[in-house]
């Protein structure tokens, strides 16, 4: 998809959001909606979401807005998620478990097909659909099953030697909760971090300086 | 503290981040640390680090670097953290249970006092150190704890109702967790939205366009 090559990552990081509201503007009947409407909707000038949607070829017509469902279509394939790839989560402690049974991966582009722990006592455990594996056998599903992304969930003492053992298995893609920060050492990767604390210390911050 | 009203939230969104690569070099016994030294570690550059650090009045010495336990201390105090705020949890379901057991809540800045659930077979479970409380308490133990941050973990479908009686019981920070998004209609309101479901449809782009 060559036309999205030279989008940046801050339009990228909005496409999600502008889906999810299509979403629920489907659910709940409406058929064509501006971009003046949504704006209102958005918290975005009307201007930067047309500025926005023209980065992928514009989807809207002058004066009648943009329709629900071909938005919400044409936004969802370019985000990939009519294109499922198989995810597998590392650690199935309280995050990891509420992660796997939280999310609606389908929906999100992802098929979770299997939890690893390390932990003897938590091999063998349900989580959702699922049953945790034995760490030791990662290396062997991930030759047999090719899974693209992992999704970490492990303490930050362990992250470090499980992304050099996901890497050696062809896994390239993370989706890291633990601490450890993969990509300042892994330029060949593609991370998204979720650090929920440094989130918590921003709104620390924003609350006792207000 | 007058001095961080003009900084941006990109600079503020970076101290947490800088906050913890410190806390790890304190760890580690470090005792003084360069701009590009730190630059190394987190990936960005020199000058981006000295100009954000400049911001707060600036810590270091040319040529000699930052004291490692005086610049971690400072960005801590920045960030609120010696100042400790009381929490409230809405939603004991996978995700809200996680949150509770996970995070140290203590060393980003609040305390959290109580965890909410409207479910009858959900309430009077224990969570970590807490008991899941009746929602139908909420306004009363509002009123006599005033807590400042609610952590909402609410489905969609009961976000807006729960956050209109947050507000009505005087709570105006939320960090949220649900797929409503509070912020827009509410500007009074200092919110951090986290979606996790947006994250993860970011990565399915960035990994089936690269």
Redesign the interface.
Known sequence: ?SR??DISLAV??R???Y??FLDELLKKGVVRVSSGELSA???LTASQIRQDLNCFGGFGQQGYGYLVEQLHDEIGK????D?I?DAILIGA???G???A?????E????HLTAIFDAAQDVIGQRVGDLTVSDMATLEEFCRLHKP??AILCVPYDAAKANVDRLKNSGIH?F?NFS?Y?I??DDPGC?V?N?????????????????
Do not use: C
């Not at 370019?78 to 998620?81: A, F, H, R």
């Not at 979720?194 to 207000?210: C, E, I, P």
């Open positions: 998809m999205s090559n990228i990081r496409l999600p959001r889906y999810r909707i958005l918290g370019i985000l990939g998620l294109r790839a402690g309280n995050l478990r509420a992660i049974n939280h999310l609606d991966f929906q999100r582009g992802f693209s992304l893609v989706w601490h920060d990509g300042v593609i998204e979720v650090h929920l604390g440094d989130s918590l210390m921003t709104l620390s911050y924003r609350m006792k300086n207000a």
